[in-house]
């Protein structure tokens, strides 16, 4: 049978923490991952910038016979899935599915918070984009969202940074800000999942009471209850066990490098043009 494989697409590398939680819960399943690295990163551009990008990157997946895609990137859930689902799906692929990561994250933030505060870390275009502040308050309309951009992380993460003594200044700047909004938060939400590669120093710099949830997990078993509800989807995808990987970036080593501290596992990746992407 023609391979047809679950797709995973991210601005870089952070969909990666994504993915790694993914594979752990639904093993055996083929995958390939797709990291649009040379025109990232994606959280300071524009909409339309960003629907063009991830619609590109989308459209390769399913030429590569991918029947269901995951957004694995809060910035392009934020700013693309709505249009990818509701107009260009409809147009020219009503067979094919795409998921994001805000809504299953959303549906259960909530239920992490005691005092009913939320704290949203995130890029700046998922923090503009209120896309956190409407699907919390349609799930639990009763929770207080406040929201953060912190738009040195994920560059500070992408190069190679973040363990370094020098971070901890940028990690705490954000923090600061975010506290600043209300001292009752006692859940933070990190909407960005390259930020899980510094969960360690977020933690350290707040208070121990305070949870601080990455999505990976969350996105995994959202996606297992979805197949379980879905077996015209389930049943068309190959289940060989492969992973394989491309970037947009022609430095495959590099990308090769980081990809693995943030699957906790060897990457070894295919080179793929951003100007041989499927246009729109």
């Not at 790694?20 to 083929?30: H, N, R, T």
């Not at 249009?83 to 147009?91: C, E, F």
């Not at 939400?189 to 120093?201: D, E, G, S, V």
């Not at 995808?237 to 394989?244: A, D, E, F, Q, R």
């Amino acid at each position: 049978m023609h391979q047809q494989p679950i797709g995973i697409f991210d601005s870089g590398f952070g969909g990666l923490t994504v993915f790694k939680s993914i594979v752990e819960q639904l093993p055996g399943y083929d995958y390939i991952y797709m990291g649009d690295n040379a025109r990232a990163p994606y959280g300071n551009r524009s909409f339309n910038t960003i629907h063009q990008y991830t619609w590109e990157c989308v459209q390769w997946l399913f030429e590569q016979g991918c029947p269901l895609v995951i957004l694995a990137c809060n910035t392009a859930s934020a700013k693309a899935l709505r249009t990818i689902q509701q107009q260009d799906l409809k147009s020219g692929y009503p067979d094919k599915r795409v998921l994001g990561v805000i809504r299953p994250t959303a549906e259960v933030i909530g239920d992490y918070s005691q005092t009913k505060e939320i704290g949203v870390l995130g890029t700046k275009g998922t923090v503009q984009s209120g896309s956190y502040l409407l699907e919390i308050q349609n799930f639990f309309p009763d929770i207080k969202v406040h929201q953060q951009a912190c738009p040195l992380w994920v560059p500070l993460i992408e190069n190679g940074e973040y363990d370094q003594p020098g971070a901890d200044y940028f990690v705490k700047l954000y923090l600061d800000q975010i506290m600043a909004q209300s001292q009752n938060i006692d859940t933070i939400l990190l909407a960005c999942t390259h930020y899980p590669l510094i969960q360690q120093k977020i933690e350290a710099q707040l208070p121990a009471n305070i949870k601080v949830v990455a999505q990976g997990d969350i996105v995994a078993k959202s996606l297992v209850d979805y197949l379980q509800r879905h077996p015209e989807i389930e049943s068309k995808l190959t289940k060989n066990g492969v992973n394989k990987f491309y970037t947009t970036t022609d430095d495959t080593a590099d990308f090769d490098h980081h990809a693995s501290l943030f699957f906790s596992a060897p990457v070894k990746s295919t080179f793929i043009s951003a100007n041989d992407l499927v246009k729109c």
